[in-house]
């Protein structure tokens, strides 16, 4: 009995490169005994399928259903062409030349397999620290261009040996077309050096590192976005010496234990908690401790939340078993604002006063990739930093947008480019406070235009002059530019996250915007879409004595709402803070707001949150952005005090007012009864949520708008997430945040670009 034969065209679009998707075709075509190819293209991949009508109708319908668990489909398009004598079903070699349009994989944790295989005497690449294979590995960190194909990786130095070519060839086997395929024959190995950069020569460099990490040496760790600074987490004076020689002296320091065991003797992992942890992208995840005290209390001094993260690379798990540690500080491997370093002389010269020791290999990073931090909020696991593991994957908006670059703000910058429908944020660069941190900057966003082959006929900024963001986008030549509101930029991201259109009622709240009148934002309620906004309230201003020196200090703001409320008489209040402030200081920042002598005026309600944090005397001065706020948010959850601090709200001409003068009568009154920290600290979120939801309640009245968004880094706080989305869902609200995306500025680039977008279409109707 005879049968109809046909053959298919299949062109894929999407993640397909990288994660196995081709001998997933291939065994999917030849268990079918189907003939045809496939093969990379700039694309993605062309399939050509053909053989019995019923059974190439039964690929089609498979392929996207048992797709890799690392593929990610965004098309497929089939079209029926003529028959050819085929024979059999062949991959065939990649092509080139044309535009690229496919996505390139993220770094993968290493897999249970090649765990497996990495601890089994029998394998060949037994304690080999680069096994992988096509379901995991580097892949963003290692690649110079796509195709992704070996020739253009950093792997492409290391000619496999026969064995591992062999699997590189067969369809049939984990490793055909892995990449970063190599055993211990042909592949990269690892060296251990002394603090001048000169190697050892031990045997088992890693097992050698582990020693000095349990002596209490810091080592410096080549990983896979870059180097880690580690030291034994046990060991309180490590901790501390690393401390002191970073530069880094209360920010609190990312822990990686060795197991899902271990996370769960330090910390409370619950089920949301437990599958970021584990899952492929490997983020540091904040967690509340348990009490544990073995590790040392000044890895996360003043917190009630650890960081803490797997192992992820083939040399993580070694590391853990040579020296059986149960926790290890796992730093970026910089100075405090400094990129972190990738390259080993480069980490030599930079972190040689740090490290004792270096443990390096000769496997080139060629993307600096610090790891990626998240955090479990309002039932959904947010981005606090995205970077490994969650980069290049884009972000899909809801229509297709012309070629934009996004650059941008001043702190935790990313920069952002649309191609289609879908947009790419860059790494982690961070703070652009010095020319390592520009220079990352510039090669951020050659190398995004370079691997997706879009250069960009728009480019939009923030709108302060200052940023070295902005004057970079200011002197390119050939472009338009797009300047951007901060917070108009914030609320856009928001909106293009989670696909919405027309106009929301936002919430930006954080420490610094630069305002379209000139004043420093940071506490603003927009009536806002793409295309333009309005600011219907705001935190009332208030003077910022010493500009950035009150953001260093935030016992200045303290006095700054104390003379507000009181008058010049505030600092005679009988309270901890005036008897504990230096009165001359304190007086001398009187008189600087009285003569408006370098006191900006600012609605930021980070520098709110700064002022509380002062006032009740958790922190006077800090040592890293946001940490007033982070520790008031800490206090305050150990407390489950119902009360609720008044706020003024207002109107007469122009946007609703937040005004704070009842909240701090409020404070200090409780203050003078000896009220707890802990409380104060809870009826100040309880009276913002409120607050807050009553403002959107008044402007959802006037503008008949029922969706609210909210962004800005004051939102990474969870417990004014979870209070405030509850507040406005019982008054009625279709509430939007941020899980994509950071709240804070790393999501900044996002918005900036949305706005572009719709200006780019309004100029070409």
């Known amino acids: 009995m005879g049968f109809v034969k046909i053959r298919k065209e299949i062109r894929v679009t999407g993640l397909v490169q990288g994660v196995g998707f081709r001998p997933y075709v291939y065994r999917l075509a030849t268990d079918r005994n189907l003939e045809g190819n496939i093969s990379n293209t700039v694309s993605g991949v062309t399939i050509e399928v053909q053989g019995p009508l019923e059974l190439v109708e039964e690929f089609v319908s498979r392929l996207p259903q048992e797709a890799p668990a690392l593929a990610r489909i965004t098309s497929v398009a089939v079209r029926e062409i003529p028959c050819k004598p085929d024979g059999q079903f062949e991959i065939l070699p990649s092509l080139v030349g044309a535009r690229a349009d496919t996505l390139i994989s993220t770094d993968v944790a290493v897999c249970a397999d090649c765990l497996r295989e990495l601890f089994d005497p029998a394998d060949r690449r037994y304690l080999y620290p680069f096994i992988n294979c096509t379901n995991c590995g580097p892949r963003f960190s290692i690649v110079r261009g796509i195709p992704y ?153 003043h917190q009630t939340d650890l960081g803490i993260f797997l192992p992820y690379t083939p040399m993580h798990h070694l590391l853990f078993a040579a020296g059986k540690f149960s926790a290890l500080v796992m730093t970026s491997g910089n100075l405090s604002e400094e990129p972190i370093a990738i390259e080993n002389r480069e980490a030599v010269e930079r972190l040689g006063g740090i490290g004792d020791a270096f443990l390096v290999h000769n496997r080139e990073i060629l993307r600096r990739c610090d790891d990626s931090v998240v955090r479990s909020t309002a039932r959904r696991l947010r981005q606090i930093r995205r970077s490994r593991g969650y980069v290049p994957a884009p972000v899909p908006l809801r229509e297709k947008v012309p070629a934009i670059l996004a650059v941008g703000g001043e702190l935790k910058n990313t920069v952002c480019l649309m191609r289609g429908n879908e947009a790419f944020l860059s790494q982690h660069i961070g703070d652009l406070e010095n020319a390592a941190a520009f220079d990352f900057f510039c090669e951020a966003v050659e190398h995004l235009s370079r691997i997706l082959e879009v250069k960009p006929a728009i480019i939009a900024h923030d709108l302060h002059p200052e940023y070295l963001s902005t004057r970079w986008a200011l002197a390119q030549e050939g472009v338009k530019l797009v300047g951007v509101q901060h917070h108009h930029a914030h609320i856009a991201a928001c909106m293009a996250e989670n696909h919405l259109d027309g106009r929301v009622i936002g919430l930006a709240l954080d420490g610094t915007g630069y305002g379209t009148d000139g004043q420093i934002w940071g506490g603003e309620a927009l009536l806002a879409d ?101 520790e008031l948010e800490m206090v305050a959850r150990n407390s489950n005090d119902t009360g609720a601090y008044p706020f003024e709200l207002s109107r007469q001409d122009g946007p609703w007012q937040i005004g704070a003068r009842p909240l701090i009568e409020a404070v200090v009154d409780d203050l003078k009864r000896g009220v707890s920290v802990e409380t104060i600290g809870r009826r100040f979120h309880n009276g913002l949520e409120e607050t807050l939801a009553r403002l959107a309640c008044r402007l959802g009245e006037e503008s008949e708008l029922t969706r609210v968004c909210l962004s800005g880094g004051t939102f990474q706080n969870a417990l004014l997430l979870d209070g405030l989305t509850g507040n406005l869902q019982q008054g009625g609200f279709e509430v939007f945040t941020h899980s994509q995306v950071p709240a804070n500025d790393g999501g900044l680039s996002l918005g900036q670009a949305a706005i572009a977008a719709r200006f780019a279409r309004a100029e070409s109707k």
């Open 149 to 301: 194909d070996r020739a253009l990786t950093s792997m492409a130095v290391f000619a496999m040996c026969e064995e591992c070519r062999a699997e590189y060839e067969d369809p049939r086997n984990r490793r055909f077309h892995a990449q970063p395929n190599a055993c211990w024959k042909c592949g990269p190995h690892m060296e251990l050096w002394d603090a001048l950069g000169r190697a050892l020569g031990v045997h088992d460099p890693i097992r050698a590192a582990a020693e000095r990490l349990w002596s209490g040496q810091i080592v410096a760790i080549k990983g896979l976005g870059g180097f880690h600074l580690s030291v034994d987490a046990t060991n309180a004076a490590a901790v501390e010496r690393l401390r002191e020689r970073k530069r880094r002296f209360e920010k609190p320091l990312a822990v990686m234990v060795p197991s899902l065991d271990a996370a769960g003797r330090f910390c409370h992992v619950d089920e949301q908690g437990r599958m970021a942890l584990s899952n492929w992208q490997r983020p540091i995840v904040l967690l509340p401790k348990t009490g544990d005290g073995t590790i040392a209390d000044s890895v996360a001094p």
């Open 530 to 630: 793409y295309g333009e906004f309005g600011r219907a309230g705001q935190f009332a201003y208030l003077a910022l004595p010493g500009g950035a020196a009150a953001i260093r200090e935030p016992w200045r703001m303290a006095v700054s709402y104390l003379r507000e409320a009181y008058g010049d008489d505030c600092l005679d209040l009988n309270i901890p803070f005036t008897r504990k402030i230096a009165r001359r200081k304190a007086e001398f920042v009187c008189r600087m707001i009285a003569q408006r002598i370098n006191s900006p005026l600012t609605s930021s309600c980070g520098r709110l949150f700064d002022a509380v944090a002062a006032l009740i005397g958790i922190r006077h001065e800090v040592s890293y952005e946001g940490q007033a706020a982070i």
